[in-house]
Every structure is written in structure tokens, then in C-alpha cells.
């Protein structure tokens, strides 16, 4: 009987297999034909469910023949309910079609629970039904990629690379080979000003990256956007209020490679003041030892916390839906530090090639603590009128210590016996930079919606403070391989320095669109304008501290003193060097109006029109030291037309041309004629200064086969009319004085080809872009010669060519993708490069200091699990790549150094090593 029953159960299960079959699928949008990911398929008799891949198939595997009914679900789609049949064998491929529950508004295609763009397909959607030729990162692909600023976000977007700032963090944009001076950023459509102490572009690491909807980056103008923007826009679109309650939160910790074997240096916060003697005291005051805080002076090394990153959103609709409230905040509290070996040089003689001068070997050591707040509330008066309210404030306090040991290359260096004169460099510098910005926005249609007035009232602001920027030095020795302090340096080896500036804005924005009735077509035609009042005031206050006698200059470290807030000094300036022109005021008044025109039909779309912006720049000294212009504008006025057409080859190819001109104006700090001692040179404005014009062209051809895929290829050509770019120039009177400063240099060009593809098989992705871009720029360089008569090396003036500041002619990104739908992984690898572009523009031929190419790799994963929750880690900066910079050639003295500096016919100047950091949290997400 047991043999019976084991030979039976053998044969059932022998019959089972040989009826199991399988059944394949996909689902796809019943409009577009687009493939939809994330989609819930049930079988509902055998109750098996599993979910649609990233190129929207899904299978089933081990079935039985039969009649099922099948329930296909989606947050953006009507349910679908269909009944089949599933074959013995070789079932045919099932394609399912949902309908869509979309809405259109403003020619944008807006889905699911928020605004779209907050997932890969609405992102993919948007740029395909965008007027303007841009890119779109979605907030489900900011949320699972391996950064937390949005400054890191923007450079996987094609023919975009970032300026890192001395952290390794990515700080500001340079789009198509453009530098950061020629981008500008907005908020919600709305420009935000900046609180850069220098110029007007916008700290990008300033914004935590999960307070993103979407990062729309663009790259042609239409008539209606402001024209600030020869290399792009960088547009974050914030979160905004869902259809029903949602509720996100997260929190991670993590921790820097750098400090798993080295201690973290910093100082109290206690030990700084937010103003000077002179601010507390007024402007004759003479100030004293005791008017400044030592504890700026007391460091301290040990391991630092673990890093901090949280966010927490919330958003619903009251009201039976007319309003609608969300609010979010994020806070990271993050410690970054670098090592960064510096060589200084100088042209000596009439060898074109630098001599290496001194090294600077330089710890940083950063503690960011990051905070976003922002919330929107809107009001839905009926579906043609309503109104908004949308506020935010971001806040970076930056407490760096910067430890530095310099070499001097003189006479007493000796590597061979480790003999060299040493200068050792503290400097404590607490940064704080904040905007913050409210718009209210309304927006009215009428005559059966063919009228539509839009409206926006904006106030912001940006500040940023330098608060008792301290920084000691001492000399030192190396002695057979010892080094070793020995004394202050003998001229004001202790500065405090104050520094402040502030910019407010308001402004007014107006639309007025009218949609003209057409049978076979649509023509809109509109007009607005807007008005800014921008004001700006700096104030720089420096003091200068030396020893309280000649026997105290004297004083040996480790025997006479050793904690420096013990020092006995002297105010050497005791009204702090007030009377100088860093301490201004200035102000801008724009007034800007437009006509446009959008015609569209089945084939055609055409936007076009002309834009007029009016400028009103002035400043003001508040204690001139003999400049010859104290105060001084600038006014003009620009007509800036633009033209854009995209034509549908079928529903998923088209053409997209632009055409636009757009401007950049000069920041306050560059106009005026101010002249500052920084520490690796001298700064000087150029009141002289014009803005730069631009005339830009674009052809792209576009692909969107599926959802969440693309593949765009094209090519950009910009002529630039008095591009600003900083060099190293003589001062008029002082030759010997050499300064670091902005001019316009002629006529530049600049055009490139860029790729940008993804793609998705099941579970498996890839996101990829490269961009070539070439440019060219004259400016005028010194060389030296031999004079035939007298035998003496003279300096004369040359011509040379050479790439815009900033550009790298190849720009990359690569990230490998996988998402696993039914188990809730998800994950990415993602490579970025950056080729080698110049980083200082050098007054010397054939002496610009370039960054070397280079390649960083970062990756991220995420699992989900029931109920909402999800685990994920991410990993920057995995291969830990150096930052090099180095002068093209070589000069024979330098050979006599130590360190290997020359590699390839080059001479290395900098080397920034940041290593690893990592963050591992836990994610929660609810929606009603």
C-alpha cells in the first residue's frame, strides 16, 4: 500500500508539471501606448498578484489551464478588470490598456496623488510636452539616488557639471560649459536671490534635495522667463498639496570614511561674536585685546557625532478639496573634510613656466548643518479662480577649521636632510548663508477659460554672515625630518575679520494669455511683465593683532605659551580698517514686459515673441578711500526675441528647435571699485564692467518609445557679445600689485552635441548622457622676452586663445539601475565624469591652472516593505578620486622639490582628497 501511494503521488505530480504553463503581459497607457511600471496585477481565482517591471511587463509562472479574471491597478490609472484564458501551453503575450485619470492644465500633463513630475513617467512626460528644450529628474528619482543636496542632483542631468566646494560637495552648476555667473536658479518659476558674499549666482548646496517635487533644468527661454539665463535655468519645483492625505518621514545617520582613523578638529560657536567692536561701539571706537573672543582661538580634536539627516512632510485638501495645505521641513547635520596640498608659483624670468614657491599642505575640517523649511497653502474659489501662498526658508551654517602647514622653497630647503622654514596657519571661520522667499499667486480665467490672468506678488531675501573670521600663524622648522612650531609670525599673526551682506527683493510678476477660437488648431496669444526692486548692502570690518611687546613677539611655542587664548596681544588697527570699499550699498531696479505667441496643431507647435528688460544698477560707497568713483550706475536697456518650434514626426518622435537671447548682468561686488587682500591673492572690481549678451540656437531630436524611456540627441551654438571672465591684471598705477579681476573680453563662441538615453528591460535600467562641448574665448596675456639691446627680460602683451572658464569638453554620467517591484528593492550605480577645464584664468601665457578629469562614483539602495516602510543606504565618493589641478609644461627648477610634481609635461599645483561618506536610514511614506 505505501509503494502504491508513492508511485501515485509520483504520477499526480508528473501530470501537475506537465499542465503548468505560464502566462506574459504588459500594461500600457490606452493613450500614449507608453509602458507603465509599478502596476498591481491580481489574478483573482487563483489569487496570485505581482507587479508590472520598469518596461511594464509581468509574468506568472506554474499555472493551470482555466478561465481567470484579472484586476490591474495603478494610482494614476482607472482600474482594469477583464477576464482570460490561460492555454495548456504557449499562452500569447496579453497586453493590457488602462485609462488614464489625468488632467491637463497649462499644457502640462499633471497625474496621480501630487503634481507631475514626481516619478520617472510624468518626468519623461514633461519634457516631452515641454515648450522649452529641458530635463526633468523626478522626486522618485532624487529620493533613491545617492545624494541629499540638490547641488549633487543637477549633475546627473546631461551637460551639466558642478563646481565642488573645499569638502568635495557639489556647490554650483555650470550648464553646456557655461560657469555658474551665467545660470540662474528659481523656485517654483520664481528667481530667489542669492546670499553670496560676491556675486549674484545661487549656492545650490544650500537646498536639502527630499524637498523636491521635481528639478527641472532648462535650456531655452520662451518670452514669458526672465533672461538672466545664457547657459540655463535651474527651476526647483517644491512639493506641493496632494489630492488626499499624505505623510512622508526619514531618518538616517551615517558617517565620513575620512574620521574612522583621524580626529575631527573644530571650535565653539561661543567663541565667535556676530559683530564687530565698531558695530557695538560705533565708528571712532578704538578697540582693544579685550573687545575680541579668544574662544574663537580654543581648538579641539576628537571623533565627531555620527551624521544626522531628517525630513518630515505632510500635505491633504479641506474643504471638499478647495484647500489645500502641505508643510515639510528637513534637517541633515553633516561633518566633510578634506586634505588639500597646495603649491604656490610664480613666472620668474623669461621661462613661460611657473617655479614652485611654497607648499601648503591644508586640513579642512567642515560641520554643515543644513535646514529647510518650507509650506504652501492654495485655495480653489472654483475651478477658474484661485489663489496661493507658498513660503521657504533654507539655512546653511558652515563651521569649518582649516589647519595648514606651509614649505617655503628657499635657501634653507633641504629635502634630502628634512631641513625647510615652515609657516603653521589656523583659521576658525563660522559661515552662515539663509533666503528665504513668499509668493502669492493667483490665477483667474474667464470667457469660458479662453481669458487667463495670472498674477504673483514675491518678497525674499538672502543673507550671509562671516563672524569673527580668525586666523593665527606661527613660524616653524623642520629638523631632520621633526617639525615643530616655534614663534608668531612677526607682522599680525592674529586677524578677526567681519564680513555681512544682505540682498532683498520684491517683486511683481503679470500674465495675461487669450486663447483665440480656432477650428483645426489652437492660438494663444499673451503679454506680462515684471518689476524688481532688488537692494543690497556689504559691510567689511578687519583687525589685525600682534604681540603687546618685543619680548613677547619672541616667545617660544610649547615653553612661553601654548593655548593661544592665552596670548598677551595689541590691536595693531584699533578702528578696524572701516574706511574701506567692501562696506557699500547698492541697488537694482528691473522692469522687463513681453508679447508671445503659442500656435499649435497636429503637427506643429510654434512659440515666439520679444521680451524688453530695462536695468537700473547703481552703488555707493559709505567710507571711500580715494577711489576715483565712488559711486556709479549702470543703465540700459535690451530687446530680446526669441523663437520656438517642434514639429511631431508620430506620437513618440519629434524635432525641437529654439532660438532665444538672453543677458548677464554684473554682480554688486564686481562693479565696485573695491581692492581686498585675500589669502592666495588680491581682489579688485571693475566699475567699467558691461553685461553680456547672448544669442543661442538648439536642435533636438526626441524619442520617448515607452514610458520612463527616452533617447534625445542635439546641438547647441552660442555667441557670446562681452563674456565676463576674471584674469589677473597689473594695477593702472602699482605694476607690481597684481590683481584678480572681472573684464569683458571681445566676442566668445561656445556650441557642443549632447546624448541623453534610458532605457528599461524588466528589472534592469540604465540612464546615460555625455556632452561634448568646445568653446573659445581671446584674452590678452603677459609674457617676458629678451630685449636685443639691452639683454634684459621685458614683459609685452600677447593674444592667446583658449576655452571659457569653467568648460570641460566631455561631460558624462552613467548609472546602472535595478528595481525589483514585487520583493521592494531598488537601487542604482551611478558614475559621473567630469573632463579637465581651466579653474584660474592666469594673467601669464600658457600659465592657467587647469582641473584635471576625473571620474566619481556614488551608489544608492532602498528596500521596501509592507505598510510603507523602507530601508536604504547610500555611498558617495566610492573610488575616492582626487581633485588635481596643474599647469600645462614644465620649468627645471621645480625638479629640485621633493614631491613628484611633474607627470605628462605637466606640473601638478593642487591635489584635494575628500574620501568616502555614508548614510544608512529608514523611510516612511502614507498615502489615504
Known amino acids: 500500500m505505501k509503494n502504491f501511494l508513492t508511485v501515485l503521488l509520483a504520477s499526480t505530480i508528473s501530470v501537475s508539471a506537465a499542465y503548468a504553463t505560464k502566462i506574459k503581459g504588459k500594461v500600457l497607457d490606452g493613450q500614449t501606448g507608453e509602458a507603465i511600471a509599478g502596476a498591481t496585477v491580481f489574478l483573482e481565482q487563483r489569487g496570485l498578484s505581482t507587479k508590472t517591471q520598469l518596461d511594464g511587463s509581468f509574468e506568472f509562472m506554474g499555472l493551470s489551464a482555466g478561465v481567470d479574471r484579472v484586476h490591474i491597478k495603478h494610482i494614476a490609472y482607472a482600474v482594469l478588470t477583464k477576464e482570460i484564458e490561460i492555454q495548456k501551453e504557449n499562452t500569447p503575450q496579453i497586453i493590457f490598456q488602462l485609462t488614464s485619470t489625468e488632467h491637463t492644465l497649462m499644457e502640462v500633463t499633471i497625474k496621480g496623488r501630487r503634481n507631475g513630475g514626481d516619478d520617472d513617467p510624468s518626468a519623461r512626460r514633461l519634457e516631452k510636452n515641454a515648450s522649452q528644450i529641458m530635463n526633468v529628474v523626478s522626486a522618485r528619482a532624487i529620493e533613491i539616488s545617492p545624494d541629499i543636496t540638490v547641488a549633487n542632483v543637477v549633475q546627473r542631468v546631461s551637460g551639466v557639471s558642478i563646481e565642488r566646494n573645499s569638502n568635495g560637495e557639489g556647490q554650483y552648476a555650470i550648464l553646456r560649459g557655461m560657469d555658474k555667473r551665467y545660470n540662474t536658479t528659481l523656485v517654483n518659476g520664481v528667481k530667489v536671490p542669492s546670499p553670496d558674499n560676491k556675486y549674484r549666482y545661487v549656492p545650490l548646496d544650500l537646498f536639502p534635495s527630499d524637498m523636491l517635487e521635481r528639478l527641472e533644468v532648462y535650456k531655452s527661454l520662451t518670452p514669458n522667463m526672465e533672461a538672466e539665463a545664457i547657459g540655463g535655468v535651474v527651476n526647483m519645483v517644491m512639493k506641493s498639496a496632494p489630492t488626499k492625505l499624505f505623510l512622508q518621514a526619514n531618518l538616517a545617520t551615517g558617517y565620513s570614511q575620512r574620521y574612522f582613523n583621524r580626529d575631527f578638529g573644530s571650535f565653539s560657536t561661543n567663541g565667535t561674536w556676530t559683530k564687530s567692536p565698531y558695530e557695538l561701539n560705533g565708528k571712532g571706537y578704538n578697540a582693544t585685546a579685550a573687545d575680541f573672543n579668544r574662544g574663537a582661538l580654543a581648538y579641539t580634536y576628537s571623533k565627531p557625532l555620527p551624521d544626522f539627516v531628517g525630513n518630515l512632510t505632510i500635505g491633504n485638501r479641506y474643504l471638499a478639496d478647495k484647500l489645500g495645505v502641505i508643510l515639510g521641513a528637513s534637517y541633515q547635520n553633516l561633518h566633510r573634510g578634506s586634505r588639500s596640498i597646495f603649491y604656490k608659483s610664480s613666472v620668474v624670468g623669461v621661462n613661460p613656466n611657473a617655479v614652485i614657491t611654497e607648499q601648503s599642505d591644508r586640513q579642512y575640517d567642515e560641520q554643515q548643518q543644513r535646514l529647510g523649511l518650507h509650506n504652501k497653502i492654495d ?66 480665467r474667464f470667457l469660458d477659460n479662453r481669458l487667463n490672468v495670472r498674477w504673483s506678488g514675491v518678497l525674499s531675501s538672502a543673507r550671509n554672515q562671516l563672524p569673527q573670521n580668525t586666523m593665527i600663524s606661527l613660524d616653524g622648522v623642520e629638523e631632520n625630518f621633526q617639525r615643530k612650531r616655534t614663534s608668531l609670525v612677526n607682522k599680525s599673526p592674529v586677524t578677526y575679520r567681519w564680513e555681512r551682506n544682505t540682498d532683498n527683493d520684491r517683486a511683481g510678476y503679470w500674465d495675461l494669455a487669450y486663447k483665440v477660437p480656432m477650428e483645426n488648431s489652437k492660438l494663444e496669444l499673451s503679454t506680462g511683465g515684471l518689476y524688481r526692486d532688488k537692494q543690497r548692502s556689504s559691510f567689511y570690518n578687519n583687525y589685525n593683532l600682534s604681540p603687546a611687546s618685543a619680548e613677547e613677539a619672541k616667545y617660544s611655542y610649547g615653553f612661553d605659551f601654548q593655548w593661544y587664548t592665552y596670548l598677551n596681544l595689541t590691536v595693531t588697527n584699533s578702528t578696524g580698517a572701516v574706511a574701506n570699499p567692501l562696506t557699500y550699498d547698492a541697488g537694482e531696479k528691473t522692469t522687463a514686459v513681453y508679447g508671445m505667441f503659442n500656435y499649435e496643431n497636429d503637427k506643429w507647435q510654434m512659440i515666439g ?320
Not at 395 to 400: F, S, T, V
Not at 827 to 836: D, I, M, N, P
Open 379 to 444: 485655495y480653489r474659489f472654483s475651478p477658474s479662480h484661485r489663489i496661493s501662498f507658498y513660503q521657504m526658508y533654507v539655512n546653511l551654517n558652515n563651521l569649518q577649521l582649516r589647519d595648514a602647514v606651509n614649505t617655503i622653497y628657499n635657501g634653507q630647503y633641504d629635502p634630502s636632510i628634512g631641513k625647510a622654514e615652515l609657516t603653521y596657519v589656523t583659521r576658525s571661520r563660522k559661515t552662515q548663508q539663509e533666503i528665504y522667499s513668499g509668493t502669492l499667486q493667483g490665477d483667474h
Open 609 to 928: 515673441g520679444v521680451r524688453l528688460e530695462h536695468t537700473n544698477q547703481h552703488y555707493k560707497l559709505l567710507f571711500p578711500a580715494g577711489e576715483k568713483r565712488p559711486t556709479g550706475s549702470q543703465i540700459y536697456t535690451e530687446w530680446l526675441p526669441s523663437l520656438t518650434m517642434k514639429y511631431h514626426l508620430n506620437g513618440k518622435q519629434q524635432l525641437h528647435a529654439a532660438y532665444y537671447r538672453a543677458l548677464n548682468r554684473p554682480g554688486f561686488y564686481e562693479i565696485v571699485p573695491s581692492s581686498v587682500v585675500n589669502e592666495e591673492f588680491l581682489e579688485k572690481g571693475n566699475p567699467d564692467l558691461k553685461h553680456a549678451l547672448a544669442d543661442n540656437f538648439d536642435l533636438r531630436y526626441e524619442v520617448f518609445p515607452e514610458a520612463s524611456s527616452q533617447f534625445l540627441v542635439g546641438m547647441f551654438y552660442k555667441k557670446i557679445k562681452n563674456p565676463i571672465e576674471y584674469t589677473f591684471q597689473p594695477d593702472e598705477i602699482r605694476k607690481q600689485d597684481v590683481y584678480y579681476t572681472p573684464g569683458n573680453f571681445g566676442q566668445a563662441n561656445n556650441f557642443g552635441i549632447e546624448v541623453d538615453y534610458i532605457k528599461y528591460i524588466k528589472k534592469f535600467g540604465v540612464k546615460a548622457n555625455y556632452t561634448y562641448t568646445h568653446s573659445r574665448i581671446t584674452t590678452a596675456k603677459m609674457s617676458r622676452r629678451i630685449n636685443e639691446t639691452t639683454q634684459d627680460p621685458e614683459a609685452i602683451i600677447v593674444d592667446q586663445t583658449r576655452p571659457l572658464y569653467g568648460q570641460a569638453a566631455h561631460v558624462a554620467n552613467l548609472s546602472l539601475l535595478y528595481k525589483d517591484t514585487n520583493n521592494g528593492w531598488e537601487g542604482q550605480l551611478a558614475g559621473s565624469y567630469t573632463g579637465s577645464r581651466i579653474s584660474t584664468v592666469s594673467q601669464f601665457l600658457n600659465d592657467d591652472l587647469w582641473q584635471k578629469g576625473f571620474v566619481q562614483v556614488d551608489a544608492s539602495i532602498e528596500k521596501k516593505f509592507k505598510a510603507g516602510w523602507a530601508v536604504f543606504a547610500k555611498a558617495n565618493n566610492i573610488l575616492n578620486t582626487p581633485v588635481e589641478l596643474y599647469v600645462k609644461g614644465t620649468n627645471p627648477e621645480n625638479e629640485k622639490i621633493a614631491e613628484k610634481l611633474i607627470e605628462g609635461g605637466n606640473t601638478l599645483i593642487r591635489k584635494d582628497l575628500y574620501g568616502q561618506n555614508y548614510i544608512l536610514g529608514l523611510r516612511y511614506s502614507f498615502d489615504k
